[in-house]
């Protein structure tokens, strides 16, 4: 029922204050006003907020000023007195001196060192025990605890235990130093009672404010524990816990204070999964340094942050990862070398054609994504979880994760923020979408730096580093074989931002369609001829924007002639890293100058200046005074200085110079699409076996150059013909 009057009062107050919403201003405006609260028992968009002279006014009387960008369900977490770092008229005093503890005023007793308060007020606590405890059993009432100088500590308990109540401040005086914790061996009297099991434990809404200081010990197992929902709007926090930091069950939400984690286990995780309203942490301010030994922070459902700091380091970082990119020759559709099907003769070098052991009946997957969602993870170590969805909106992200650095079953979504992510998996993962819009996302280290089933990108900076794939769009499930498997769904989109990719293994990798449609892409892609700086399961489409891609030459791809902007393909041999790679129109005008930052031998440009019918020339080596960007030099500084590489005239959409490896022409080497080499009719991808001789080897045309892609038999590719 509770849960029920919570989902209706979000939907009254959404409807009543639809139009008030003003802007979220995060941890500057921890003491400003903001949002009202309902209450559980009557759904009310008020609460009675003592002030500081004693008298009370309605949170409802307040505009919300403090969530800008929130959606309905989140504009009405904060109450006043919430955000209020003060507290009223004391109702009573409660002193700790040792093994007893003194009240003066009403509203609590005392048997020995523990307090029981019963009655609706505010009470300040002073003192220290070293077997103490203060009880909340105050039925429907608002209570508020100010810890001015408290340290207690409780050997077989929670220091403070919340049994019953509407709902409990615990606010930090001014200038207040106070310590909360718990024995490693807890003591239950009935078996009838819920078990408390962490330093600070509650069974109704507890909120933490103030501006003192606060350290909580979880010498048990959690450090801040609610059976509701945890908000924090101030203090200065520090917990350690053997198990979780800090857990709410149906959500956890801060708008301001320093909190700092050390955890056993999840650093701040929400835990209803029961209903789909709940379960989720919304954060719009505060500081966040969290050291925990799995997860940084869970949500259940949803993770939404609209500003703050983070600073997470989750499993241990990055370097307690296991997951290690195979470069020999790399990958042929699906993230997996040909170590995993063959051997290479002694003395193989990546441009020469493995011997294939086709009798090894290996199952691809798709970048082994199926196989690495099917198994069950004994324990999460990634940095940020939202199990339905993530939104970051705003907000400084430093994450240093074993597993994923951000992670969703469902959909991640960036439309602001600055992120710095280091992790020994993906960078970005959700299983449905990954879509950024804004803000500037940096993978510093990764094995793959984005994965989704959908990647959509609008906006924003991005710089990816990746020991496999840069880009990988791949639902998780589609079996990829040898050649790689069409997802139907499965979708690479650019379509505006600056995005610069460093990559082992493919640049951009999609099991479906790859299409670029704006923005600037930059791929510094693999020097491995198993791997392509671009690699579509279907024809690579670029209609309009800034791409160039380098990488090695024996699986390159590139754009489709179903593209409606004009591109080159050249394979100028092998290229130190730094050299200049210049394009220059028939006067010799510079269009553009970019220096790949690894050895390449065969790059891709696409560009709105590329026109049909003009003539141009590629130049390597040389220089350039402009400034540069990730590689890309302003134009009008190349000095003219560079040696021809090769000249083409735009009749088509897709150019070439040189000799074009397996990945052939037009995009898309898996399957047949675009150009790629076709097997025979009766040719089973699952087996990987084309024609062979009577060695076993796969049977080339006579004169055959693995450099270029070899004729077997069958229909060629559209953009061929």
């Not at 441009?351 to 290996?362: A, C, L, R, S, T």
């Not at 969805?389 to 907000?395: D, H, K, L, T, V």
């Not at 293994?505 to 600037?520: A, K, M, P, Y």
């Not at 735009?650 to 399957?671: C, K, L, P, Y």
Request: proline residues 3%.
């Amino acid at each position: 029922m509770k849960h029920y009057q919570k989902a209706l009062s979000y939907l009254t107050a959404a409807l009543t204050f639809a139009a008030m919403a003003t802007g979220c201003s995060g941890s500057k405006s921890e003491n400003s006003d903001s949002s009202s609260e309902f209450t559980s028992e009557t759904g009310s968009a008020a609460e009675d907020a003592p002030k500081s002279d004693g008298s009370a006014v309605k949170d409802g009387s307040k505009q919300p000023e403090l969530l800008s960008n929130a959606g309905d369900r989140y504009r009405e977490l904060f109450s006043e007195r919430d955000l209020s770092q003060e507290y009223g008229e004391i109702t009573a005093e409660i002193a700790f001196n040792g093994n007893k503890a003194e009240i003066t005023g009403s509203g609590a007793s005392a048997e020995a060192s523990v307090v029981t308060v019963t009655q609706d007020g505010v009470y300040r606590v002073t003192g220290s025990t070293s077997d103490g405890q203060i009880i909340v059993n105050a039925p429907k009432a608002k209570v508020q605890l100010v810890l001015d100088n408290a340290d207690i500590a409780k050997s077989d308990a929670s220091a403070i235990y919340i049994a019953d109540a509407d709902k409990t401040f615990i606010t930090l005086a001014p200038d207040s130093v106070n310590s909360l914790s718990d024995g490693k061996n807890y003591y239950y009297p009935d078996d009838s009672v819920n078990e408390p099991d962490a330093a600070v434990y509650s069974e109704d809404s507890l909120t933490i404010n103030g501006t003192g200081a606060l350290t909580v010990c979880g010498n048990y197992k959690d450090g801040i524990r609610s059976k509701d929902d945890i908000v924090i709007t101030g203090g200065i926090l520090d917990i350690t816990a053997v198990s979780d930091g800090i857990k709410g069950k149906d959500y956890v939400a801060a708008a301001g204070g320093s909190i700092t984690v050390s955890a056993g286990q999840d650093g701040i995780k929400s835990t209803n999964k029961t209903d789909e309203s709940m379960g989720f942490i919304y954060i719009c301010g505060g500081n966040f340094n969290i050291t925990a030994a799995q997860d940084g922070i869970q949500a259940e459902t949803v993770f939404t942050a609209e500003d703050g700091v983070f600073n997470i380091v989750a499993g241990g970082g990055n370097e307690n990862s296991t997951k290690t990119h195979n470069d020999d020759f790399g990958a042929m559709g699906g993230g997996r070398g040909f170590k995993d099907f063959g051997e290479m003769p002694e003395g193989f070098e990546p441009g020469e054609m493995p011997k294939m052991n086709f009798d090894n009946d290996i199952a691809f997957t798709a970048n082994n994504a199926a196989s690495e969602n099917n198994t069950a993870e004994s324990v999460s170590t990634k940095g940020i979880k939202g199990a339905s969805e993530i939104n970051i909106s705003g907000g400084t992200f430093t994450v240093d994760s074993a597993d994923d650095a951000i992670h969703s079953n469902g959909s991640v979504n960036i439309t602001g923020g600055v992120l710095e992510l280091s992790t020994g998996e993906k960078g970005i993962h959700g299983d449905k979408l990954a879509e950024i819009s804004g803000g500037a996302v940096k993978v510093l280290t990764s094995y793959e730096g984005i994965e989704a089933a959908v990647i959509s990108i609008a906006g924003g900076d991005l710089e990816i580093n990746a020991s496999d794939d840069g880009f990988n769009a791949s639902d998780g499930k589609t079996s990829q074989d040898g050649m790689g498997t069409y997802s139907e769904g499965v979708q690479l989109n650019i379509s505006g931002g600056f995005v610069y990719i460093n990559a082992d293994g493919d640049g951009l990798d999609s099991n479906g369609d790859l299409t670029i449609s704006g923005g600037t892409v930059l791929v510094d892609g693999p020097v491995n001829g198993g791997n392509g700086a671009l690699d579509g399961n279907n024809e690579i489409i670029v209609d309009d924007g800034l791409l160039i891609a380098a990488g090695s030459s024996q699986m390159a791809e590139l754009p489709g002639s179903g593209s409606s902007q004009n591109s080159v393909g050249a394979n100028i041999g092998s290229c130190a890293g730094g050299t200049l790679v210049t394009l220059a129109d028939s006067s010799g005008q510079e269009i553009l100058s970019y220096a790949p930052s690894k050895n390449f031998e065969h790059i891709v440009i696409s560009s709105p200046d590329i026109k049909t019918g003009e003539s141009y020339t590629l130049y390597t080596g040389g220089s350039s005074d402009s400034k540069e960007n990730y590689g890309l030099y302003e134009t009008g500084g190349y000095q003219n200085d560079g040696e021809a590489a090769g000249s083409f005239t735009a009749d088509s959409v897709v150019s070439t110079i040189g000799e074009q490896g397996m990945g052939g022409f037009g995009g898309g080497r898996h399957g047949g699409m675009g150009g790629r080499m076709e097997m025979p009719e009766d040719f089973d991808p699952g087996q990987m076996q084309p024609p062979t001789g009577e060695d076993g080897m796969p049977e080339m045309p006579e004169g055959f150059d693995p450099g270029q892609k070899p004729e077997w038999p069958g229909k060629r590719g559209a953009s061929e013909q």
